[in-house]
DNA sequence: GTTAGCACTCGAATGCATTGAGTGCCAAAG
DNA sequence: CTTTGGCACTCAATGCATTCGAGTGCTAAC
């Protein structure tokens, strides 16, 4: 089914109208003001017709009897679907991005974090940038560095370029000369093993070298074995007190949910992921508080993209802010840095 | 000056009366409620005469002529040092402290996000933890880690325990083999050296050996050239939604002022340090909204605490709140947990 | 199908009286 | 000289009635 068969050309163009109002001035918009937008030769009696229409078809509400209307759920719905022409960026937006990414380009922690930063900066809301996704990382290189006699840095760079740090503790002393004949070991057997399998690859291979080898093999797997689990995608957040700038969020409490979802790093994940799922052949995706896949957080709404290394996508990013957000400019930008970002890990991992 | 003997012993009582009424129930108090506080056998128009003579001496305030009174700052400041008793903590929340401590006794950085988080949970406010100041910092060890041709992870492993990477991108290929030589190198020479002089340490030392292991040493120093200057000490915050609780930040402008500075970590590293600076020789330093370092802030109180690694402060607690807050619970719970924190952090380091 | 006109609705703003917690002050008591 | 009871006074908060105005819904005419 074609939802945009459903509504007839007038009521578009009133539809997007109602939205691009409420979105630039955060107040319900009357007939009046529709007409002075569209300058078009129709009176506002007609608009009144029409969103009167659209009202009863649940795409606008009102808030109370004589007010003028809001979007609703369905009406941003319709809107970010069919009605939106993404604002391309300025150049120098463009440059901007570019440049300022590029610069970090060593560090893919560091890239995420610009990333984060940027997104926030340009947009005004709220930056999100979820790091690659644990499960698809595979080892690149193990060191493993003494701290004291027994406790040891187990150094793990994965395939995106990423080093992450454990310090393990060992019941016995481990002399450096040991562990640096178990760090050649490790890497001539794990690289491109799953990081999440580690230890458990390891008791694997164990079995084939464990003639030759067992003492080396024995003291890696006890190291691996004090690994903490992998907890989930490590999250990226920048400009959260943008929040604040719009009247949605006056109400305290208002503020409150969505700073408490900021802080459920597992929350925020989870919506980001759904957004992929629902996501059509766009490259972006739009969630909106209310819907299926958020509830519990009504009043805002998350541009989100997929960013990928090679061809697999690997994280999201995505920009947070009021529901009533300028779609069209943040799609842009989410896109665009999505595109960027892709190509920047891509060429790290390379 | 002992002002201390500034005031009588009625002007004390009644003083520490409006103090604690005031913060457990955040409205003005007035004459009647104090009598009962008391349960004194004196009358509400005697307290309204005693009060009248502090809000003289600045320690009380009105908001408006006829309502009850509520402390200033010279209020604050007096009780806090004059009035208050530490409040000593329950043995189970000690016994929390310790346990959840010293179950991520591993790693310096796990410890100090461990402890900003107990401060937040314990306080019901928000917790702040400003790692171990950067130029005290020595090197333990280095480690150099190849991750492609021209991509090197610098791990340095200081003195508190921490290791820290960066990533640095060198001009032309650098075998593995070389690295290993270098990484040796560096470990020979550098150890004890401040972290933030390791580059120009090694070229003092570059003089000395520059005819027996020329070329590694020009090596070394190209990588080291690459690493950033150090940032300013590493914050870690936990239970900012905390600060929603409170009526004084009902008012949306309010709270944001307190984000921004939040967000703004130098400012806070600034306020923690001041306190330290004008600490007398209690352990815990407590910081008012309003006074002279705490310019821009209004409304929030800072309970401040050092802690050391061996002998030697190293660094800042806190616990960030309403300046309206239990000062005699938070301080006893900073205090303690600053303890804790130098016992492990020395053992760590030790 | 579109428009002008008009009655109607309802939130927001304004004015006004009431209430009550709390003070300041004074004169009397201790 | 300190303490106390009494009393007039102040002022925020509350409730209520009124007004104002933006905006609608409806109907009749175009």
Same mark, same amino acid.
């Given at each position: 089914m074609n939802r945009e068969a459903d509504l007839s050309e007038r009521e578009r163009s009133i539809l997007q109208a109602v939205v691009q109002l409420y979105v630039t001035t955060a107040e319900a918009v009357g007939s009046r003001s529709i007409v002075k937008r569209l300058g078009l030769e129709i009176s506002p009696a007609t608009v009144r017709n029409t969103m009167s229409d659209l009202e009863e078809a649940g795409y606008l509400q009102q808030l109370h009897t004589s007010s003028g209307r809001v979007p609703t759920d369905k009406g941003y719905r319709y809107y970010v679907d069919y009605l939106m022409h993404v604002q391309e960026l300025t150049i120098q937006e463009r440059a901007r991005i570019e440049t300022e990414l590029t610069e970090r380009l060593d560090d893919a922690d560091q890239v995420m974090r610009q990333t984060?930063? +940027?997104?926030?900066?340009?947009?005004?809301?709220?930056?999100? /940038?979820?790091? @690659?996704d644990e499960s698809d990382a595979r080892v690149n290189r193990v060191e493993l560095m003494p701290l004291t006699t027994t406790r040891t840095a187990v150094l793990i760079a994965d395939s995106y370029g990423r080093v992450r740090t454990h310090?393990?503790?060992?019941? #016995? *002393? +481990?002399? *450096?000369?040991?562990?640096? #004949?178990?760090?050649r070991f490790?890497?001539?057997? &794990?690289?491109?093993? @799953? /990081?999440?399998? &580690? *230890?458990s690859s390891l008791q694997t291979r164990l079995r084939i070298f464990v003639d030759e080898q067992h003492h080396l093999a024995e003291e890696a797997s006890r190291l691996l074995q004090l690994l903490p689990s992998q907890r989930a995608g490590q999250i990226y957040l920048d400009g959260t007190t943008h929040l604040f700038e719009h009247p949605e969020f006056r109400d305290v409490e208002r503020a409150r949910e969505v700073f408490n979802l900021l802080e459920e790093r597992e929350r925020v994940v989870g919506l980001l992921r759904a957004g992929l799922r629902d996501s059509t052949n766009m490259r972006t995706t739009i969630l909106l508080g209310g819907e299926a896949s958020m509830q519990g957080v009504d009043d805002i709404g998350i541009v989100a993209a997929s960013y990928s290394v090679g061809d697999k996508p690997v994280g999201m990013i995505g920009v947070l802010g009021p529901r009533r957000m300028p779609y069209s400019r943040v799609t842009a930008l989410v896109d665009y840095t999505a595109t960027m970002l892709s190509r920047l890990l891509t060429r790290l991992a390379g």
């Open positions: 984060s930063h +940027l997104l926030a900066l340009i947009s005004h809301q709220t930056g999100i /940038v979820e790091g @690659p310090i393990v503790t060992s019941d #016995r *002393a +481990l002399e *450096a000369e040991l562990l640096g #004949r178990v760090t490790l890497n001539d057997n &794990l690289r491109g093993v @799953p /990081v999440e399998k &580690l *230890a």
